[in-house]
């Protein structure tokens, strides 16, 4: 999948999340599973943010995406901020080369968009082989409460001045998956006059149980599993469902 034009409206339609929440969760399951090193792998980091937030915490960080363009917004930010990332274009279930981490996440839902359980697996996988001895994997997911209750048949929309979108959501092909049909409309300076973007996006998610032993197969211990940002068990209305794991 990559995002084209979406990569540039990103950071803009993506202002309100909640990035430093990631960053904090991350920072407190390394001092609580006493992670030695501070080498993370950002998998799936779009245009960089958290990259760049772990960065200015001290970590020693690199970012992997899918997204040439994605990335390339990442590379500017990291220089207009002159922190020091490593960005590498790879798709995380291919994952090669790039050496071993102390930590890898996979966060902002980002596993949701691999389209099947394969490439789950071979994410698990590749993450495994990257991973130093005890290092930690965490990452989130959308809950199928999330896809099937919130984002299925229905329609958001926003109308600000420079930037506006209408965003349909729909049953996808596979159980538990959604599609996001989105219709852009970006003001042009110079013109004064409005361009349309669309965009189709695919998300798919998993029942809790069945991550964990995907994980545990790939070579995980499951530490935790909690949801929406909070130190608690997944409820049958959490939305967003944390896995903290170790290689073992």
Known sequence: MTYGKFAYLYDELMKDVP???WVELVKNYVSKFHVNGNKILDLACGTGELSIKFAEEGFEVTGVDLSEDMLMVAQGKAADK??????YQQNMAELEGLGRFDVIGIFCDSLNYLQSEQEVLDSFSRVHEHLDDNGLFIFDVHSIHKIMQIFMNQTFALNDEEISYIWHSYQGEHPNSVEHDLSFFVLDQQSGQYERYDELHFQRTFPIEVYGNWLKEAGFEVLEVTADFESVSPQTQSER???I???V
Do not use: L
Request: without cysteine; positive net charge.
């Open 19 to 21: 990035y430093d929440k």
């Open 241 to 243: 469902i944390f896995f």
């Open 245 to 247: 794991s170790r290689k």
């Open 82 to 87: 002159e922190m020091i990332v490593q960005f």
